[in-house]
């Protein structure tokens, strides 16, 4: 009787820690198809930030911030955030703090009044009357020399100080680094696959 008891908690113990082992393993870097994606900045963002106004919803608390200072975006383009839309934020409740879905919608105006929009996508979390935040963004325009950054993938980090009303955000290329085994990515090839 004492073996069983004995023999039983080991392999409870030994399955636990095979277990881990398990969970160790897939959260290695070397694993899975891809190398990680390359990063490289792409566009600055200089924004000014308010209060939102919150309103409650079946959903929870959402927020309402309108875009009314505008605010400049240089790298890749130099243009002016014009001073429209609004930022829409839902309150996740959870015991990770103060976060929010965010969602907004710039508007930049080249210095040739061409104009071009960037969906933001992002999580933000709020602590000590700030924000840091990531998501992802989208291009969309019709300016032929940027008419590519439709099609390309970026990612956003934002921070704000609402005690100073500052906002910086940082728009990331990102860029496939290929295989990990070394083969093409076909999609990526040129066109006839060589």
Do not use: W
């Not at 014009?82 to 907004?104: D, M």
Request: aromatic share 10%.
């Amino acid at each position: 009787m004492r073996a069983v008891l004995f023999v039983s908690p080991l392999f409870i113990q030994l399955g636990f820690s095979l277990g881990l082992k398990q969970l160790v393993r897939r959260g290695q870097t070397d694993a899975g198809v891809f190398n990680p994606p390359k990063t490289s900045s792409f566009l600055q963002l200089d924004l000014r930030v308010t209060l939102p106004s919150n309103v409650s919803t079946p959903d929870g608390m959402t927020a309402l911030a309108p875009n009314v200072e505008g605010g400049k975006a240089t790298g890749a383009f130099e243009a002016d955030i014009l001073p429209v839309g609004a930022a829409y934020e839902r309150v996740a409740l959870n015991k990770a703090g103060e976060n929010s879905f965010y969602q907004n919608r710039y508007i930049f105006q080249t210095a040739d009044n061409q104009t071009l929009s960037l969906d933001v996508d992002a999580i933000l979390h709020y602590e000590n009357n700030a924000l840091h935040g990531f998501g992802l963004g989208k291009f969309s325009t019709i300016i032929p020399e940027l008419f590519h950054i439709n099609y390309q993938a970026y990612i956003v980090e934002v921070m704000a100080d609402f005690n100073s009303g500052i906002a910086v955000g940082e728009v990331f290329e990102l860029t496939s680094c290929g295989r990990r085994d070394g083969e093409p990515i076909k999609g990526l090839l040129p066109p006839g696959g060589a």
